[in-house]
């Protein structure tokens, strides 16, 4: 398997513009989790889903940000309108079975927000 | 909410020693993770604990449940062990999951 996918691995945008940034989780995988990552904050969770049902948001910092898992394979975050605060390395993960089992994590995409 | 500390924040050691980072949590948890973050930031699970000990090759992983504290070794450490080393904790209820703030480990040769 090639793992979790994500993409943009960079993405560069200034302030006020929709960002989207998309996962590929591992098939047959049940879970699908939204990580944050700043030197400030470190590792935080944003939302997760199980079956394509998010289960979790309380993470989301705002209404600025959404994510969707319209299928199996394939979730997104979006941020509209960005500001510079999102600044930060996003990770998706998923996991098999159960929330708390092995995580596999996407290589990350790192945005910033000018 | 579950508070999550690690200790030590920084660590260097010189190869071949017997590494020690430890992971304490204020709140009864269903699961714990140790993850590994290279210095290019990719992020691997080491493992899932929810009771005892586990083994994976040169890194040693347990938790005391009573004590909410958990320790990761790494024997006969390596310079390929410089990473950063994050706990995590699955709470019950809406907590969810929770990160310590990482160790960071430099072994030199």
């Known amino acids: 398997d090639a793992g979790v996918i994500q993409s943009p691995r960079h993405e560069v945008t200034e302030m006020g513009q929709e960002v989207t940034l998309r996962c590929k989780p591992i098939?047959?995988?049940?879970?699908l989790f939204w990580y944050r990552q700043t030197m400030m904050r470190g590792l935080e969770l944003l939302i997760y889903?199980?079956?394509?049902?998010?289960?979790?948001d309380s993470g989301m910092p705002e209404d600025r940000f959404s994510a969707k898992m319209p299928n199996a394979s394939f979730s997104t975050l979006k941020i509209q309108p960005s500001e510079p605060r999102d600044s930060a390395v996003y990770f998706c993960?998923?996991?098999?079975?159960?929330?708390?089992?092995?995580?596999?994590f996407g290589p990350g995409t790192r945005l910033t927000v000018l | 909410k579950n508070e999550v500390e690690q200790s030590p924040q920084n660590l260097t050691a010189q190869e071949g020693e017997f590494i020690t980072i430890n992971c304490s949590y204020s709140?009864?948890?269903?699961?714990l993770h140790w993850l590994q973050q290279h210095p290019g930031g990719g992020i691997v699970s080491l493992f899932m604990?929810?009771?005892g000990k586990k083994k994976h090759g040169r890194l040693i992983a347990t938790i005391n449940i009573q004590e909410k504290h958990s320790s990761l070794h790494i024997t006969a450490s390596h310079p390929r062990d410089s990473a950063v080393y994050i706990c995590?904790?699955?709470?019950?209820?809406?907590?969810?999951?929770?990160f310590g703030k990482g160790t960071h480990l430099i072994i030199q040769p």
């Open positions: 993960a998923s996991t098999k079975v159960s929330r708390t089992d092995t995580q596999y």
């Open positions: 098939s047959g995988h049940d879970y």
């Open positions: 889903f199980n079956n394509n049902v998010p289960i979790d």
């Open positions: 709140v009864g948890i269903s699961a």
């Open positions: 604990l929810s009771s």
């Open positions: 995590a904790v699955w709470s019950g209820g809406a907590d969810g999951l929770t």
